[in-house]
């Protein structure tokens, strides 16, 4: 059996892989930032479950969960430069390395979780997906990450009003730092790692997120308001080294293509149980979670979009998202 534990260039690295693909196990490495057992980390598994099955045993997929390999910043790198195979990132942190990951990412984009489904699964999900490649990567799956909500530690949110000058840690992400600087508070940039002991020692007031990851990271035993202004359902991305994928035979392409793909049906249905789990979870803990005066938000929205749908690209593919029913 063939482990690749090594740290190589993505060149060498395709070249260590693939030499013994033929006689021997290839071990491809994942990251997720997510503890084990969270829906994003079981539907990778799902996936390495079916390429093993699927490939007679030639290849396996070893997924390192909780961020043993890094924040999700430095996997990306890890991923585009063939340290590590695969990644399953947030769609964010790729705003600044390809454009058309901007329009996923944009609040109130998406209507709902199913808006959001039709139009990743569909031509537009393609187009996106074709964007990455220049940037070194083949987008395998969309997962679902839920509809993110700002939590805090100070008061229930109901209006815009509410969020003026409070200090929220986002995701290292432009839109998600002007989205909340539009709304009056103060965005924190961090990796998702720092933010409960952020929020204990009060160096931020609150942060923004889904249930299950507000329930899995404990967040809600510093932030206990949770306010439900659903600003973005911005969906996970599951990327493949492309040099890896590449080296790939057309017929094994084909294998983790549908392996990812049926992986996604499977990654739905366990977000879907996990999002009802963690929210009674989170309410049985005392977290209090409020609705909230929604349109005031999507209208303060104008200026992110102002400010990052620059071009003509990018304008048509948020009119053709907008259109999809």
Same mark, same amino acid.
């Given at each position: ?7 190589? !260039? ?39 479950? /079916? ?19 890094? &924040?999700?910043?430095? !996997?990306?790198?890890?991923? =585009? %430069?063939?340290?590590?195979? /695969? ?12 454009? @058309? +990951? ?7 984009? #998406?209507? %709902? &979780? ?18 990455? @490649? ?13 509809? =993110? +909500?700002?939590?805090?530690? $100070? ?17 290292? %992400? ?5 989205? !909340? ?12 790692? &720092? ?40 969906? &996970?991305? #599951?990327?493949?080294? $492309? ?7 057309? @017929? ?10 049926? +992986?996604? !049906?499977?990654? =739905? ?8 789990? %963690? ?22 929205? $104008? ?23």
């Amino acid at each position: 059996m063939l482990h690749i534990t090594k740290l190589w !260039t993505g060149v060498a690295l395709a070249s260590m892989l693939f030499v013994g693909a033929a006689s021997a196990q290839a071990v491809l490495k994942s990251s997720d930032t997510h503890p084990d057992g969270y829906p994003t980390v079981e539907g990778v598994k799902h996936f390495g479950e /079916l390429v093993k099955e699927r490939t007679a045993g030639r290849y396996s997929v070893e997924v390192y969960h909780s961020a043993q390999l890094g &924040e999700e910043k430095d !996997t990306i790198e890890q991923v =585009r %430069s063939g340290v590590i195979e /695969l990644n399953r990132v947030s769609m964010a942190p790729f705003n600044g390395t390809v454009k @058309e +990951s901007i329009v996923p990412a944009l609040p109130y984009i #998406f209507r %709902s &979780e199913d808006h959001m489904h039709t139009v990743m699964d569909g031509v537009i999900g393609d187009q996106i997906k074709a964007a990455f @490649e220049p940037a070194g990567l083949v987008v395998l799956a969309f997962y679902d990450a839920g509809a =993110r +909500s700002f939590y805090n530690s $100070k008061k229930p949110i109901k209006t815009v009003e509410d969020l003026k000058g409070m200090k929220f840690r986002v995701i290292q %992400s432009d839109i998600f730092v002007d989205m !909340t600087a539009a709304l009056g508070a103060n965005a924190t940039p961090m990796p998702y790692g &720092e933010v409960y002991s952020s929020l204990e020692t009060g160096v931020i007031e609150g942060a923004e997120n889904n249930f299950p990851s507000y329930d899995t990271a404990k967040h809600f035993e510093v932030a206990k308001y949770y306010s439900m202004d659903e600003h973005t359902i911005l969906p &996970e991305v #599951f990327v493949m080294n $492309k040099a890896a994928f590449d080296k790939l035979t057309p @017929e094994d392409q084909a294998i983790f293509k549908q392996a990812a793909k049926d +992986s996604v !049906t499977k990654q =739905r249905e366990l977000w879907s149980a996990k999002t009802a789990e %963690s929210r009674a979870v989170v309410e049985k803990a005392g977290a209090q979670i409020n609705d909230v005066e929604k349109q005031g938000f999507i209208d303060a929205m $104008k200026p992110v979009y102002e400010k990052h749908i620059t071009d003509e690209v990018l304008k048509k593919l948020v009119a053709d998202v907008q259109a999809v029913q």
